[in-house]
């Protein structure tokens, strides 16, 4: 594989994960409402608008806490 190659892959990696970014938050804080967040991370968050929505509610509202002690 040449440098090049190597370089338009983690590019897309790098993209990939950007662009999946508000279904990782919301999965790591188990949000209430993470599978609405990845549905609509996967069929709207190729728009700007659709993505900041998916951010913004992966954020926001309840999450279950992962804490052993508090």
Sequence with gaps: MTALGIGYFL???VCVGLFFLP???AF???ATHR???LA???FLGWTFVGWVIAL????S???RS???VD
């Design 40 to 42: 609509l991370n996967f």
């Design 35 to 37: 599978y609405i967040v």
């Design 23 to 25: 279904t990782f938050v």
């Design 66 to 68: 992962t804490r052993l």
């Design 61 to 63: 509202g309840d999450a």
């Design 28 to 30: 790591s804080r188990q």
């Design 56 to 59: 913004a509610l992966a954020v």
């Design 11 to 13: 590019v897309t990696v």
